[in-house]
C-alpha cells in the first residue's frame, strides 16, 4: 500500500510541475504572439550581408552622426584658436590647439571603429539565434515524435503511464526552450535595429555566414603599424614637445632654480609616459594577435567537423529512403548537422571580434576588411 502511495504521490507530483510549464509555455506563446502582432505591418524584408550592415550603421547610427558633428565643432574651434595665435605667435598654445584636436579627431575615430565591431557582432549573434532556432524546433519535434510513440506503446501495454510523463516532460522542456529562444531573437533583433539606425518595423534577410579568406597579419608588422599610427603615441610625443617648450621658455625668464627642476620632472614623466603607453600597446597588439591566430585555427576545426557532420546525414538519408534508417533517425542527423553549423558561425563570430580589435588597435580598421 505504501509502495503505491509512493508512486501515486510521485505521479501526481509530476503532473504538477507539467501543469506549471504549461502555464509558463502559455504565457510565453502570448508574449510571442503579441510581438508578431505587433510586426503585422512590417516592411518587406531587406537583404543584407556584413559589409553592408556596417555601411548602414555608419550611415543612418545616431550616436555617431552626433560625434560627426563635435567633431566639426571641434574643428571649427581650432580654426579660431589658431587665427587668434597669430597674433602671439606662442609655439606653446599653438602645440596646445594642436593637441587638443588630435583628441577630437581619436575619440570620432575610436566610436566610429567601435560602432563597426558592434554591428559586425550584432549581427553574427543574430545568425547564431536563428540557427539556435532551428536546432530547437526539430528537437521539439522529435521528441514530440517520441512522446506519440510512448502514447502508443503505453496504449499496448509497453509502456507505463509513468513513462508517458517523464517523456511529456522533456518535450514541454524542448518547446518551452524553443518558444524562449524566440523571444531572446526578437531582443537581439531590437538592439540591432538600433545600432542600424532604423525603425522597429525592419525584417532582415541575413546572408548565410561561411568561413572568410583568412586575412594573413604577421606579429612583427601588427607591432609596427600599430606604433606607427598610435594616436595615443602621437598624443605623448606632444605632450613632450610641451614640457619641453614650458622648460626652455622659464629658463630664459626669472623662474626661480625649486620650480625649474621640477619642469625637468615633469620632463622626464612625460617621456617615461610615452615609454609605457608604447609598452602597453605592443602588449595588447601581441595579445589580441594571438587571440586572431587560435580564432583561425578554431574555424578549421569547426569547418571540418561540419563537413564529417554533413556526410554522416547523407549516409542516414540514403538509408532512410532504402527503408533502413527512419525519419526521426534522419531528422536527428539534420539536428547534429545545425549543431555543427551553429559552432562554425560562432567560430566566425569569434574571428571576426579579433581580427577587428586587432586592426582597431593598429590602427587600421576599415570596413572594406569585412566579407
Not at 620632463?267 to 591566430?293: G, H, M, P, R
Not at 525519419?327 to 577587428?356: F, P, Q, T, W
Amino acid at each position: 500500500m505504501k509502495i503505491k502511495d509512493h508512486i501515486f504521490k510521485f505521479i501526481f507530483s509530476r503532473r504538477q510541475a507539467m501543469k506549471k510549464k504549461l502555464v509558463i509555455l502559455a504565457y510565453l506563446l502570448f508574449s510571442i504572439l503579441a510581438i508578431g502582432s505587433s510586426q503585422i505591418d512590417a516592411q518587406e524584408s531587406i537583404n543584407l550581408d556584413l559589409p553592408q550592415a556596417a555601411e548602414m550603421a555608419l550611415a543612418n547610427n545616431f550616436e555617431f552622426q552626433k560625434a560627426g558633428y563635435q567633431l566639426k565643432n571641434a574643428e571649427i574651434d581650432a580654426k579660431r584658436n589658431e587665427a587668434e595665435n597669430l597674433l602671439s605667435q606662442s609655439n606653446l598654445l599653438e602645440r596646445q590647439n594642436e593637441l587638443l584636436l588630435i583628441q577630437e579627431k581619436e575619440q570620432y575615430q575610436q566610436k566610429k571603429e567601435d560602432l563597426i565591431i558592434q554591428v559586425v557582432d550584432e549581427y553574427l549573434q543574430l545568425k547564431l539565434a536563428q540557427k539556435d532556432l532551428q536546432v530547437k524546433e526539430k528537437t521539439s519535434v522529435i521528441e514530440k515524435n517520441t512522446l506519440e510513440n510512448i502514447k502508443v506503446q503505453a496504449k499496448a501495454g509497453y509502456k507505463v503511464e509513468l513513462d508517458v510523463l517523464e517523456q511529456s516532460n522533456i518535450y514541454y522542456d524542448a518547446l518551452f526552450s524553443f518558444e524562449s529562444s524566440k523571444l531572446d531573437y526578437q531582443k537581439l533583433l531590437g538592439n540591432f535595429q538600433m545600432t542600424l539606425g532604423v525603425n522597429s518595423k525592419s525584417q532582415f534577410e541575413l546572408a548565410e555566414i561561411n568561413a572568410p579568406d583568412f586575412k594573413e597579419i604577421k606579429l612583427d608588422e601588427a607591432l609596427q603599424k600599430g606604433r606607427q599610427n598610435s594616436v595615443a603615441l602621437q598624443m605623448n610625443n606632444l605632450e613632450i614637445d610641451l614640457a619641453s617648450l614650458e622648460l626652455e621658455k622659464s629658463k630664459v625668464s626669472d623662474t626661480p632654480e625649486i620650480d625649474l627642476n621640477k619642469l625637468e620632472n615633469n620632463l622626464a614623466v612625460t617621456k617615461l609616459d610615452y615609454q609605457i603607453a608604447q609598452q602597453n600597446l605592443d602588449y595588447q597588439i601581441e595579445s589580441q594577435w594571438q587571440n586572431y591566430v587560435q580564432t583561425k585555427n578554431d574555424i578549421t576545426s569547426s569547418q571540418n567537423s561540419l563537413d564529417q557532420i554533413y556526410q554522416h546525414k547523407l549516409i542516414i538519408s540514403n538509408q532512410v529512403k532504402a527503408g533502413l534508417a527512419s525519419e526521426d533517425e534522419e531528422l536527428s542527423a539534420m539536428v547534429g548537422v545545425l549543431e555543427a553549423e551553429y559552432r562554425l558561425a560562432s567560430s566566425v563570430r569569434n574571428y571576426y571580434n579579433a581580427l577587428l580589435n586587432l586592426q582597431s588597435i593598429m590602427g587600421n580598421l576599415n570596413k572594406e576588411d569585412i566579407q
